[in-house]
């Protein structure tokens, strides 16, 4: 299996290109995914999860960003950069609607402040932290 880390990044540099694009209804946007794929994840073979991810933000973008709302105090979606709101998309989307129990949640949010850091800077990475650390401990509270 292809390397998870590599695999999150193709698709967070995928939902960054459609979010800077704006083209979340476009008719062609499976073409730009696939492009993307293609350009960005050479020699990796298996692709589902890339897909799987991407579908599922785009399916679940309205409730996404309204839990970026609620954990990004004082931010407006909008506002935030592209970057990180693409990073906090995918690390939302596994956290609430990807059904995989290799993936713990630390992990996630672990998996997306590395992403911040490496395509932001430090700032983005607390950042990140601070929004997914605030859905987590709402989100195990609720479980106990």
């Known amino acids: 299996m292809a390397n998870r880390h590599l695999m999150r990044s193709v698709a967070m540099q995928t939902l960054y290109q459609i979010d800077v694009s ?8 499976w073409n730009i995914i696939q492009e993307s794929i293609h350009r960005l994840s050479e020699g990796v073979e298996d692709i ?3 897909k799987e991810v991407v579908s ?3 399916q679940n973008k309205v409730k996404i960003d309204e839990t970026i709302t609620k954990y990004a105090t004082g931010w407006i979606v909008e506002t935030i950069a592209p970057v990180e709101r693409s990073i906090l998309r995918l690390a939302i989307y596994e956290l609430e609607y990807y059904n995989d129990q290799d993936i713990p949640p630390k992990v996630a949010i672990n998996e997306a402040i ?3 850091k490496a395509f ?17 401990k709402d989100k195990i509270g609720s479980e106990v």
Do not use: R, T
């Open 120 to 136: 932001s800077g430090p700032a983005a990475g607390k950042f990140v932290n601070g929004v997914l650390g605030g859905l987590y």
């Open 48 to 50: 589902s999860y890339i």
């Open 22 to 29: 704006e083209l979340w209804d476009n008719e062609n946007l």
């Open 56 to 58: 599922g933000v785009l």
């Open 114 to 116: 590395e992403l911040a």
